[in-house]
């Protein structure tokens, strides 16, 4: 075939646009004709048909669209490949040009390259089938001389099958490089194509390292049989020599084929391997990027002789198309990152922290979640640019961003807003003071001096917090509510974080301030313990007592748990702080053993953070050796919760304490998962019944309900019953009733300290049943 000057029609009504692609078109040889609507356009196709159009989508009277419909019906011009231009780049517009007819789409500007290579294969498959058409033309002929030569015929009809199988190939991978923006989903659809309409055995594309050397198999289709996963393994044993066509195409940078395998000694090692599958010839094709093979698109045929000059010709067509595919890709993932990723940190820029703010927005609102946003700002950035210079700023901002992201959690976004400006988003925070302790978090990593070029640095920043949804709804009004506060912060003398109203600084003031006395109150021994009895229902006598946590505090008096755990928690300070509990609660119930006082068990609670604690078991087995109280007069307390989080691990631990003869109740029941279902795989001797449930149990029916079935459920499970927040007669007689084992509660006593506790235990006392003692 060979091709005279194609002739191409620009129908655009922009004179200069009609001119940039007479420029852009007439020095790679090509004859244009201009028209500047619709209607011209169909008149002078009509008159002199060209051999491709250029059709613009917007234009005035008759669009593109009709254009190219009004072609496509035409059985005259049908066949006229037309390439749509637009200046929407969305998938719609895109696919409205596609099933008006279009064979292809550009978009406005347009690319000089990607131009010449779209009418270049248009005009190629053009080709093909003007050739196909006048074939057709011949076999009619034939077919009507009846007595024409057969073989002719049957070469014609050879060459026919042949080439619209060419042209199937060649035009289905043009509209998958138009329609597909992913690289793997080419991949694969090019191989699918390859065996589906291009009749190949099998196809595999694989992609091929920076040295250009390794290669990876990526997609496949057709008859494989393990045969990839051989080469594969060649791969992977460095095989060198038996990938030979493989390694040749790499090298030589331009498509290798064999046209019988079975008989070429090179391939020795694959033929058994080849007859199996029928692979009779092979085709090694390079994907080429940057004049370098980015990868290999390999063909197996099951005849032999398969790769003639016209089949390789179309071949290395394909895959020029596919790798200008693949840089197109390549580009279009550059420009995404570059949008969405500041280049100097990696860090998302401020386009992309946009989006995910909005995104997380919608979720909090969904699911009436809170939301954090800090906005961070360095004290002395400038000082280190005008002092050591850009250079090290840049380095500086590159260390910082990478520490403020590793204090994260995973699912929070940290952002580069520019310079040294920097914002957090905390997404689903479980409470408010989540965000302030980020904040202390991330000031207290600021503490450690940087080294920058040698230099040693300290740089400290200031933060400012807005929550979600209290300081602003929507994206635009929180980050100014976190700006606001961040001047607050710039005010306030630098390297602190302020929220942006004066009640939540308050606040976190009042916390700061207590979690740092909480960090002396240890050393200083300001803590103490208060004991509250636990008596059995139908003797009335005690049959242990529950160690309560106080903090005598300096200034604010006797402090209770839940003025300080919660700091304690979240500060850590949990874990020592548990220690002393333990070490303290059995020490006091050996030494009024010791003392002769009638032995009881001593319960005390467990936080969250020191059941995860790896060498629980270890801590409390020591402490109990070391105070040299029986293991079966400790109980520790757990919540639901705390054992509901991770069932497996939960039950392991408390399977280790109860080998050491510790018992275990769990807590504050009925508030949490109310899985009495799950319960009987916790090896737990007792369950609390929660205050909230014993409160209204004589005036609500539910409470009643709730704990009549908890009660007799937990007997049915083997665990004992305790109630919690006994405080009226009614209460004690309703739980009595209901066959409660044991109670605690102010109708019995308070949590009192322990010589007051000591006189309860020396009078070997039977608590009383009928009035209150305490109240
Ligand atoms: N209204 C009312 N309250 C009653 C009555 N009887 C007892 N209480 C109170 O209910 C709480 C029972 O302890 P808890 O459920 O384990 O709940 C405890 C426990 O979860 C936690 N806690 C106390 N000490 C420790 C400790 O050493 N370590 C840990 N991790 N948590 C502790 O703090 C929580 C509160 O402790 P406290 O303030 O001592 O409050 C105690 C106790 O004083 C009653 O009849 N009516």
Not at 14 to 29: A, F, I, W
Not at 76 to 82: E, G, K, S, V
Not at 650 to 675: E, H, M, N, P
């Amino acid at each position: 075939m060979t091709s005279p000057i194609a002739t191409i029609l620009i129908v655009d009504d922009e004179p200069k646009n009609r001119s940039l692609l007479e420029v852009l078109l007439k020095p790679e040889g090509y004859l244009t004709v201009t028209a500047n609507s619709g209607e011209e356009a169909l008149a002078m196709v009509e008159e002199n048909p060209p051999d491709l159009i250029l059709l613009d989508v917007m234009m005035p009277g008759m669009d593109g669209y009709d254009v190219a419909a009004k072609l496509k019906t035409n059985p005259a011009t049908r066949n006229l490949p037309i390439i749509m231009l637009s200046a929407l780049d969305d998938r719609g517009s895109k696919l409205a040009g596609l099933s008006a007819g279009a064979e292809d789409f550009l978009t406005k500007p347009i690319d000089r390259a990607e131009l010449w290579v779209r009418v270049r294969n248009l005009l190629r498959l053009k080709e093909y089938s003007d050739f196909l058409a006048q074939h057709n033309q011949l076999l009619e002929q034939a077919v009507r001389g009846r007595n024409e030569e057969i073989t002719e015929r049957k070469r014609a009809e050879t060459q026919i099958i042949r080439l619209n199988r060419l042209y199937a190939i060649l035009s289905d991978i043009n509209a998958a490089i138009v329609r597909i923006r992913n690289r793997q989903e080419l991949y694969t659809e090019a191989c699918r194509i390859a065996v589906e309409h291009g009749h190949f055995r099998m196809a595999w594309i694989g992609s091929v390292d920076s040295k250009g050397t390794g290669l990876s198999p990526l997609a496949w289709s057709g008859f494989d049989e393990g045969y990839l996963d051989k080469i594969t393994l060649a791969i992977r044993n460095n095989e060198a020599d038996t990938l030979v066509l493989a390694m040749r195409a790499l090298q030589e940078k331009k498509p290798v084929v064999c046209n019988d395998i079975d008989s070429d000694p090179k391939l020795a090692h694959w033929h058994i391997d080849a007859r199996q599958r029928d692979y009779r010839s092979m085709g090694v094709f390079p994907l080429m990027g940057d004049d370098q093979p980015v990868g290999l698109f390999v063909l197996y045929a099951s005849e032999l002789n398969f790769f003639d000059m016209e089949e390789i010709k179309l071949l290395t067509e394909v895959t020029a198309n596919i790798s200008y595919a693949l840089e197109y890709i390549k580009k279009e993932e550059k420009l995404n990152y570059l949008a969405y990723n500041d280049v100097l940190t990696g860090l998302p820029s401020r386009t992309l922290f946009h989006d995910r703010l909005v995104q997380a927005l919608t979720n909090a609102h969904r699911h009436r979640d809170r939301l954090g946003v800090l906005f961070i700002d360095l004290d002395n950035f400038k000082n280190v640019n005008d002092s050591l210079g850009h250079h090290a700023g840049d380095m500086l901002l590159k260390q910082v961003a990478a520490m403020f992201s590793v204090c994260m959690r995973e699912g929070d976004t940290v952002a580069r807003l520019g310079g040294d400006e920097f914002v957090v988003i905390l997404d689903s925070m479980t409470s408010e003071d989540d965000a302030w302790m980020v904040s202390q978090k991330i000031l207290k990593l600021m503490t450690k001096p940087l080294t920058i070029e040698g230099h040693e640095l300290l740089v400290t920043c200031s933060i400012g917090i807005a929550l979600y949804p209290k300081d602003g709804e929507d994206a635009k009004a929180l980050l100014q509510s976190a700006d606001g506060a961040l001047y607050l912060a710039k005010n306030k003398g630098r390297n602190n974080a302020q929220f942006c109203t004066a009640e939540m600084n308050a606040k976190a003031l009042e916390r700061l301030t207590l979690e740092n006395d909480l960090r002396q109150a240890i050393n200083r021994q300001e803590f103490l313990l208060h004991y509250q009895p636990r008596v059995d229902l139908i003797s009335g006598e005690i049959t242990g007592m529950e160690a309560l946590v106080r903090w005598q505090h300096p200034v604010q008096g006797l402090l209770y748990p839940t003025k300080f755990i919660p700091v304690a928690e979240e500060s850590g300070l949990i874990v020592p702080l548990g220690e002393w509990v333990l070490r303290t609660a059995c020490e006091q119930n050996k030494a009024w053993q010791r003392a002769g006082l009638k032995p009881v068990s001593i319960a005390v609670n467990l936080s969250a953070r020191q059941f995860k604690q790896q060498d629980l078991v270890e801590i409390v087995t020591r402490m109990l050796k070391e105070t040299e109280l029986d293991p079966s007069y400790l109980e520790l307390e757990l919540t639901e919760s705390m054992v509901m989080q991770n069932v497996e691990a939960a039950i392991a631990t408390l399977s280790q304490f109860q080998a050491i003869g510790v018992k275990l109740a769990i807590d504050d029941f009925g508030i949490g998962y109310s899985s009495l279902n799950y319960l009987k795989h916790f090896p737990i001797s007792f369950l609390k019944i929660d205050q909230s449930f014993v409160r209204d149990i004589t005036t609500n029916r539910d409470d009643a309900i709730i704990a009549k079935i908890i009660i007799s459920m937990a007997h049915d499970l083997g665990l004992k019953v305790i109630a919690e927040g006994v405080e009226t007669d009614g209460q004690k007689s309703f739980l009595s009733l209901h066959h409660c084992d044991e109670m605690q509660g102010y109708f019995f006593s308070m949590p009192i300290p322990a010589e007051e506790f000591e006189i309860l235990l020396r009078e070997r006392c039977c608590m009383s049943m009928t009035k209150p003692r305490l109240l």
